[in-house]
């Protein structure tokens, strides 16, 4: 932040006439207001002279310089003026003040006023310099001997730096990723970009969000790195990492671990990465990672590219619902009208694909790309067969181990036959196997279960209800995007594809209340929070009201012995409350949105609001005052 870019031209007035306190900083701030970065002059003359009230700005030797943080303020921006002749300005040493330089900063700015009152400062202390500033009779003079000044004092601030796709030199990389690709993904790599900042390491940040990989790593960037950071709950392609330090863990680890994770991928006690060119990347064994946390991975890969398909279908023949008239008929309900009808039909298409995609892409994460053809061969027989969601998850599974098992089997082989090991050995055994094993050995049993645990669904009981509205909704909020979260939701979405859409209601509803309940409590209790809380208060109701679980996690991470335990409260009760209120949902996501798709809306808006009211309530109790 250069003094010499943030004076314009235009801020500055030389051989000024005296004038009281207050006419002087109306002329700094007239001045201030020409450099278009004032969205209301009168307002931040009003927090400048606010600063005064606290004590005079003037520091000594003719030199004064009044400052401000105000919400009229865009960005950060400098005037300056000089009253050679000398005002009654107060100063600290009593003397003539003649030399004033106005500072403006956003509100929400955390020290840029700091960093330029110590700039200024430093450079004023020059005796001749202030001299000069005095004299001079023109702008263009008067900002060539700042600018003389500041390099001199500042040097490395004007030496010239390489465009950084030239020469970006990082000292860490990472890569974030979450199922869903929306907040856990974005909040990871913010954690850590600016936790190695703190730490004066340089990273970049490679994110697998919804929208796809963003901010891509270069082979360059890679070979410059001293280590690597993976913290994703999805698959990723570590075989360019071969012989960087490596440290690979779950997402939310990089949001609530970052200095962990950023020694340990410095440290000379991290082995480095090798990647067996003879196996699937995902072969390679993870030294220290559980068998749950590794097949949590694999599945989370298949639920992050299920879920669009799910959400846009599932949404669509909500909607077709809405649109169609019951008493046409009732056995047709959904397409009895030509426009139910085309929704019905095209979210029909997209729901389709939900359990050949989960399958397919936990198949891909465990073997690469033969995994994908036998997984997405397998989903589609467990849909067909009657397994579901369950038949799907196992075919997911099952085709990325016969992948490896066909690789290493096939290692006998002559070199000559490799080309045709991904084109026609692997899938051609691959697929009849699973075919086999779908067909004649797991749908049948697993078709049963699936009907049982539908059956029960559709004639459970108050208690039943009651029990299982308690636990979906109570889960949606212990680790809030994390492995129950998803526990809670893929359950619910599996209700969903097999005709029960009472718990994809009760698990919303339990997904929403931990934000919608913080800014509540935020709103109630304002003195346990700090004013950096209370600025997320209209984040965390859009989310909540999105369904967005995850807008909960930061106050989570820092006060979870508090956070948890009153969002599961809240959470649970609005699950147990849509149970018992009878409220149904056949879109998969949406939050408040959807609600033209969900029967009894009203009773399902009482369940939210009396589950987020009780759980602000107890975090206000909880929590401590902020000092």
């Not at 109306?26 to 969205?39: A, Q, W």
């Not at 490596?246 to 480095?272: M, Y």
Request: glycine share 10%.
């Amino acid at each position: 932040m250069k003094i010499i870019d943030l004076l314009k031209k235009t801020s500055i007035r030389l051989g000024e006439n005296p004038g009281s306190k207050e006419e002087i900083i109306t002329k700094l701030v007239d001045l201030m207001e020409t450099s278009g970065n004032l969205s209301d002059k009168e307002i931040y003359k009003k927090d400048v002279l606010k600063r005064e009230e606290s004590g005079t700005t003037g520091i000594g030797e003719g030199i004064a310089i009044p400052h401000a943080k105000s919400k009229a303020v865009k960005y950060p921006q400098l005037a300056a003026m000089t009253i050679p002749q000398g005002s009654d300005f107060e100063s600290l040493d009593g003397e003539n003040t003649k030399l004033f330089f106005l500072i403006a900063v956003p509100e929400k700015s955390s020290d840029d006023h700091i960093i330029l009152l110590q700039r200024l400062s430093t450079m004023l202390m020059d005796e001749s310099f202030r001299k000069d500033l005095l004299e001079v009779n023109n702008q263009d003079e008067f900002l060539s001997i700042i600018e003389a000044k500041e390099k001199e004092k500042f040097p490395d601030d004007f030496t010239e730096k390489k465009e950084a796709s030239d020469s970006a030199s990082y000292d860490i990389l990472a890569i974030t990723g979450c199922p869903t690709g929306i907040a856990h993904t974005f909040m990871a790599a913010e954690a850590l970009k600016t936790k190695a900042e703190e730490m004066g390491y340089k990273m970049k940040v490679e994110t697998h969000g919804s929208t796809g990989i963003e901010n891509a790593l270069t082979s360059q960037e890679i070979k410059d790195a001293k280590g690597i950071i993976i913290a994703a709950d999805v698959g990723v392609e570590k075989s360019r990492f071969a012989g960087k330090r490596l440290v690979e863990t779950k997402v939310s680890d990089g949001i609530s671990k970052p200095q962990e994770l950023i020694e340990k991928a410095l440290s000379p006690n991290t082995k480095l990465y090798k990647a067996d060119k003879e196996v699937s990347k995902e072969e390679v064994a993870e030294e220290k990672s559980s068998v749950g946390q590794t097949i949590y991975k694999h599945l989370m890969n298949g639920v992050s590219h299920m879920l669009p398909f799910v959400v846009g279908g599932g949404i669509l023949i909500a909607l077709a619902f809405l649109l169609d008239d019951y008493s046409i008929d009732p056995s047709n309900f959904g397409s009895n009208t030509p426009i139910a009808a085309l929704f019905n039909q095209i979210g029909g298409a997209a729901f389709g694909f939900m359990l050949p995609v989960l399958a397919g892409f936990i198949g891909m994460s465990i073997a690469d790309r033969p995994g994908l053809t036998v997984g997405f061969v397998g989903g589609f027989l467990a849909n067909a067969g009657g397994a579901g969601f369950l038949g799907a998850l196992v075919a997911g599974f099952l085709s990325g181990y016969i992948i490896i098992l066909l690789r290493k089997i096939s290692k006998g082989l002559p070199k000559s036959l490799d080309g045709i090991k991904p084109m026609l050995i692997f899938p051609l055994f691959g697929i009849l196997s699973i075919g086999l094993i779908m067909i004649l050995l797991l749908n049948p049993p697993l078709a049963s279960l699936n009907e049982a645990i539908t059956n029960w669904l559709n004639t459970m009981g108050s208690g039943s209800k009651i029990a299982l509205g308690l636990l979906l909704g109570g889960m949606m909020a212990v680790d809030m995007g994390g492995p129950i979260n998803k526990a809670a939701y893929l359950f619910g979405t599996g209700s969903l594809a097999s005709g029960s859409s009472l718990v994809m209601a009760a698990v919303m509803a339990g997904g929403m209340v931990p934000p919608l309940a913080l800014s509540l409590s935020m709103i109630l209790f304002k003195d346990k929070y700090s004013d950096r809380d209370r600025q997320t208060i209209v984040t965390n109701i859009i989310m909540g009201l999105s369904f967005i679980t995850e807008g909960a996690i930061p106050f989570a991470a820092a006060d979870p012995l508090r956070v948890i335990p009153a969002s599961v409260v809240g959470s649970a009760l609005a699950g147990m409350l849509s149970m018992i209120f009878g409220c149904s949902l056949r879109a998969p996501h949406g939050g408040i949105w959807v609600i033209g798709v969900i029967e009894n809306p009203i009773k399902y808006l009482l369940a939210i609001v009396i589950g987020s009211i009780v759980s602000a309530i107890i975090l206000g109790l909880l929590k401590k005052k902020v000092d």
